[in-house]
């Protein structure tokens, strides 16, 4: 009888756990119905020469014997731009661009 009164329990109690999960992560969905942050149109700030030398060196700096003491940074200009969100999406989409054109 007290195995049974114990089950019962917590047959109850998980379904009242399984219901607060539920009502929990539907009122912490965003109010944005697309999911996700909005995001402005591509910017034309950066050109395709400046992503494009930006990305060489991100590729140069992911070697295992990358120059990337804190001195050498002082006065790096990709470093500068990196701080800005529309930069790091321009070239996020340029790599994508390059991506899709050579089929990867």
């Known amino acids: 009888m007290d195995a049974e009164r114990t089950i019962k329990r917590l047959s109850i109690f998980g379904v009242l756990l399984f219901a ?6 539907l009122a912490s969905q965003p109010d944005d119905p697309s999911g996700g942050p909005s995001r402005p149109a591509p910017g034309t700030a950066y050109s395709h020469d400046t992503l494009q030398q930006d990305a060489g060196m991100t590729e140069q700096m992911s070697t295992p ?4 003491g804190g001195s050498y940074h002082q006065n790096d200009a990709q470093l500068r731009r990196s701080q800005d969100p529309g930069y790091v999406r321009a070239l996020e989409e340029h790599q994508a661009g390059l991506d899709q054109m050579l089929a990867r």
Not at 65 to 68: E, G, R, Y
């Open 20 to 25: 607060a999960v539920i009502t929990l992560g």
């Open 65 to 68: 014997n990358a120059n990337t």
